[in-house]
């Protein structure tokens, strides 16, 4: 192996994912990863991008997507071949808890000697307990790592031993002796100018390090390859169970206002995207929250795009119609998604969107008419105050806005539990009285032990005061199962889909009710020989149970990797 500066590892959200027997459930059906949450940070790239170009060496590692893709992979004797000068791993999203830590601490017994850096939002958060971790060296906390990580790497490299030079990297949590210092956050990036979403990295990654699965995003990309560009860091709404919202970002990463990533670059880089991969770009964040000036500058910008490229916008509240023209004007091919948490406006308020429906569903007609490809509308269960009867009324308000549609099949409801973790730093999180919750799981550590839980029921680290987590499991499998129907009604989905789907939430819910049953008789679980016999079908009920999974993939018209282009970049730095 090639000796590296930085290796950049993502673990598997339960390192012993192959070994362990838990139902997940749909807690990942949602988004394109498992429940092993194969995803890397987007981060990753930018922080690889930052730190290549200023002479500091950088390896992607998806030990999540290796592990996953080859079940005789040896992970641990993977780690143990690595040769590196530090090892960063994400603890960002929360349900990684367990699988970093459990990397971390095998990489620390195979190369005692290498320094150890955690990031992320769950790493800041929780930095106190992390940092006490025997397997941790240093943590950089907030949301803008790249400039920290490239001075801490410059010490790291450059000044062995000389860790006064520690105390002026911010953001830097780091140990000397058992003694923790904390450097303020100070560094916190304000327009995202430093920033580059350059896919090309990956390439030239996997001719350095032939290694094409390592950088493999999630499973099932080189199928579906979409490419995604953040238009924002940091958000100006305050959902009660985000950890991505205002409030936590100023809690974890002192960020007070978001930074929005200049129209122009954003469109340089679509470019530059487009030239290697003739798929579909998701932009990730909502680009209205930018403002209309903003959005004047994006679509003066998107004139320098091919037309017929395709293009996906998620909204976090319905934009005016003003917008929609534009989209209609600017491109041939576009999707939309928005995600109003729950049908009732009430609780979608408590929730911290403050939308009608009459906006939400003349929104989503006025788009459907402007030619948009889909529409999909993401519903959530254990909302703040959600009964189970309100759950089941999402399927009539489906029902009558398909009515309204007149069986429009680009129009796709979802709906899924919040789980496995209401965030941390979030509102609900802080507050809980006042939404309704009680937390369950409040450390680090009882994360950690959540995660392995048997069902996802159990691994909640939460209850509602409203609502059982026997009610939340059975209202949204059924919430599901209507949702299913509609959707097979309008053939937004096939006969054959629509079957398979319901005959997977069926069977969910029996693996459910058995390990319920396993549970309640007091029995060493672990003992248990009919909780063994469930473990392929706990794995396999986990993958796509609400919903095919397919059924997220938006209709793609292209779908190539321009490998001319990819191999003369690689080769020739052109
Ligand atoms: C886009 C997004 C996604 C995309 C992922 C895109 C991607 N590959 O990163 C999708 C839709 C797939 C997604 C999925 C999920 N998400 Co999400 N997501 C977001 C969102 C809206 C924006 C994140 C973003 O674009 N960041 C900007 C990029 C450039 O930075 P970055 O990736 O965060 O990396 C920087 C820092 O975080 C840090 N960093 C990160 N890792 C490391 C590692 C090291 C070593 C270092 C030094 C630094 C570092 O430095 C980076 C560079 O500055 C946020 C909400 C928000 N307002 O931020 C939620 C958010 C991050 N997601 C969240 C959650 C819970 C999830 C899911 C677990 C949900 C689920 N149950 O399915 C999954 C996990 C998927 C997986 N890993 O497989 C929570 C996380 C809360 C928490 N503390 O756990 C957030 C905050 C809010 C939310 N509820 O949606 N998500
Ligand atoms: S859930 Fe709400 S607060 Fe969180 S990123 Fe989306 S809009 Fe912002």
Same mark, same amino acid.
């Given at each position: 192996?090639?000796?590296?500066?930085?290796?950049?590892?993502?673990?598997? /959200?339960?390192?012993?994912?192959?070994?362990?027997?838990?139902?997940?459930?749909?807690?990942?059906?949602?988004?394109?990863?498992?429940?092993? $949450?194969?995803?890397?940070?987007?981060?990753?790239?930018?922080? /690889?991008?930052?730190? =290549?170009?200023?002479?500091?060496?950088?390896?992607?590692?998806?030990?999540?997507?290796?592990?996953?893709?080859?079940?005789?992979?040896?992970?641990?004797?993977?780690?143990?071949?690595?040769?590196?000068?530090?090892?960063?791993?994400?603890?960002?999203?929360?349900?990684?808890?367990?699988?970093?830590?459990? *990397?971390?601490?095998?990489?620390?017994?195979?190369?005692?000697?290498?320094?150890?850096? $955690?990031?992320?939002?769950? /790493?800041?958060? $929780?930095?106190? =307990?992390?940092?006490?971790?025997?397997?941790?060296?240093?943590?950089?906390?907030?949301?803008?790592?790249?400039?920290?990580?490239?001075?801490?790497?410059?010490?790291?490299?450059?000044?062995?031993?000389?860790?006064?030079?520690?105390?002026?990297?911010?953001?830097?949590?780091?140990?000397?002796?058992?003694?923790?210092?904390?450097?303020?956050?100070?560094? &916190?990036?304000?327009?995202?100018? =430093?920033?580059?979403?350059?896919?090309?990295?990956?390439?030239?990654?996997? @001719?350095?390090?032939?290694? @094409?699965?390592?950088?493999?995003?999630?499973?099932?990309?080189?199928?579906?390859?979409?490419?995604?560009?953040? *238009?924002?860091?940091?958000?100006?709404?305050?959902?009660?169970?985000?950890?991505?919202?205002? !409030?936590?970002?100023?809690?974890?990463?002192?960020?007070?206002?978001?930074?929005?990533?200049?129209?122009?670059? #954003?469109?340089?880089?679509?470019?530059?995207?487009?030239?290697?991969?003739?798929?579909?770009? +998701?932009?990730?964040?909502?680009?209205?929250?930018?403002?209309?000036?903003?959005?004047?500058?994006?679509?003066?910008? %998107?004139?320098?795009?091919?037309?017929?490229?395709?293009?996906?916008?998620?909204?976090?509240?319905?934009?005016?119609?003003?917008?929609?023209?534009?989209?209609?004007?600017?491109?041939?091919?576009?999707?939309?998604?928005?995600?109003?948490?729950?049908?009732?406006?009430?609780?979608?308020?408590?929730?911290?969107?403050?939308?009608?429906?009459?906006?939400?569903?003349?929104?989503?007609?006025?788009?459907?008419?402007?030619?948009?490809?889909?529409?999909?509308?993401?519903?959530?269960?254990?909302?703040?105050?959600?009964?189970?009867?309100?759950?089941?009324?999402?399927?009539?308000?489906?029902?009558?806005?398909?009515?309204?549609?007149?069986?429009?099949?680009?129009?796709?409801?979802?709906?899924?539990?919040?789980?496995?973790?209401?965030?941390?730093?979030?509102?609900?999180?802080?507050?809980?009285?006042? +939404?309704?919750?009680?937390?369950?799981?409040?450390?680090?550590?009882?994360?950690?032990?959540?995660?392995?839980?048997?069902?996802?029921?159990?691994?909640?680290?939460?209850?509602?005061?409203? #609502?059982?987590?026997?009610?939340?499991?059975?209202?949204?499998?059924?919430?599901?199962?209507?949702?299913?129907?509609?959707?097979?009604?309008?053939?937004?989905?096939?006969?054959?889909?629509?079957?398979?789907?319901?005959?997977?939430?069926?069977? !969910?819910?029996?693996?459910?009710?058995? &390990?319920?049953?396993? *549970?309640?008789?007091?029995?060493?679980?672990?003992?248990?020989?009919?909780?063994?016999?469930?473990?392929?079908?706990?794995?396999?009920?986990?993958?796509?149970?609400?919903?095919?999974?397919?059924?997220?993939?938006?209709? $793609?018209?292209?779908?190539?990797?321009?490998?001319? %282009?990819?191999?003369?970049?690689?080769?020739?730095?052109?």
């Amino acid at each position: 192996m090639i000796k590296t500066d930085l290796t950049l590892l993502h673990a598997p /959200s339960v390192y012993d994912f192959r070994k362990k027997n838990i139902f997940y459930g749909p807690m990942s059906d949602l988004v394109p990863s498992s429940p092993i $949450f194969e995803m890397y940070p987007i981060g990753f790239l930018t922080m /690889s991008n930052y730190l =290549e170009k200023r002479g500091i060496s950088v390896r992607i590692i998806n030990l999540a997507y290796l592990m996953m893709s080859d079940k005789n992979f040896d992970a641990e004797k993977f780690i143990g071949k690595i040769k590196t000068k530090t090892f960063g791993i994400d603890m960002h999203w929360l349900p990684h808890c367990q699988g970093s830590n459990e *990397v971390a601490k095998i990489i620390k017994q195979y190369h005692p000697d290498t320094p150890v850096i $955690f990031g992320g939002f769950s /790493s800041s958060y $929780f930095y106190k =307990e992390l940092i006490s971790f025997p397997h941790v060296d240093f943590i950089l906390r907030g949301d803008s790592a790249e400039e920290p990580l490239y001075q801490l790497m410059s010490v790291i490299k450059n000044n062995k031993g000389d860790l006064s030079l520690l105390k002026q990297i911010p953001n830097l949590v780091w140990k000397e002796k058992n003694e923790i210092h904390e450097n303020p956050i100070s560094c &916190i990036s304000e327009d995202l100018d =430093e920033v580059d979403f350059d896919y090309r990295i990956m390439f030239k990654q996997v @001719l350095k390090y032939r290694s @094409l699965k390592s950088v493999v995003p999630f499973n099932g990309w080189m199928d579906y390859p979409v490419t995604t560009i953040p *238009v924002i860091r940091g958000c100006n709404k305050n959902c009660s169970g985000c950890g991505g919202s205002k !409030a936590a970002f100023e809690l974890f990463g002192k960020r007070t206002r978001p930074a929005f990533r200049q129209p122009e670059k #954003l469109i340089d880089e679509i470019l530059l995207t487009q030239r290697y991969i003739d798929a579909p770009v +998701f932009i990730l964040g909502d680009i209205t929250q930018g403002g209309k000036e903003y959005l004047e500058e994006f679509f003066k910008n %998107s004139k320098r795009l091919n037309k017929d490229m395709q293009i996906f916008f998620e909204f976090f509240e319905p934009p005016d119609e003003w917008f929609y023209d534009r989209v209609a004007e600017n491109f041939n091919y576009f999707c939309f998604e928005i995600s109003p948490d729950s049908h009732d406006e009430n609780i979608r308020q408590k929730m911290g969107k403050q939308f009608t429906n009459s906006r939400l569903v003349s929104g989503i007609k006025y788009a459907l008419k402007k030619g948009a490809r889909r529409y999909d509308l993401y519903f959530m269960t254990g909302l703040p105050g959600q009964t189970k009867r309100s759950i089941m009324q999402t399927v009539d308000f489906c029902r009558e806005l398909y009515e309204t549609l007149e069986w429009d099949k680009r129009f796709m409801p979802f709906v899924s539990p919040m789980a496995p973790f209401i965030d941390p730093g979030s509102r609900a999180f802080e507050n809980p009285d006042e +939404f309704g919750y009680v937390i369950t799981k409040k450390t680090l550590a009882e994360h950690i032990e959540a995660i392995t839980m048997p069902s996802w029921k159990y691994i909640l680290n939460y209850e509602s005061k409203s #609502l059982t987590r026997d009610e939340m499991v059975e209202a949204t499998y059924n919430c599901a199962i209507g949702l299913n129907a509609l959707k097979g009604r309008a053939g937004s989905i096939s006969r054959k889909v629509m079957e398979e789907n319901e005959e997977r939430i069926i069977s !969910a819910r029996k693996i459910m009710s058995e &390990i319920d049953r396993i *549970v309640s008789d007091k029995k060493d679980l672990y003992e248990s020989r009919s909780f063994e016999s469930l473990k392929d079908k706990a794995m396999e009920y986990s993958l796509s149970t609400v919903c095919d999974k397919k059924e997220l993939e938006f209709p $793609f018209t292209k779908k190539n990797f321009k490998w001319c %282009s990819i191999i003369r970049t690689v080769l020739f730095n052109r």
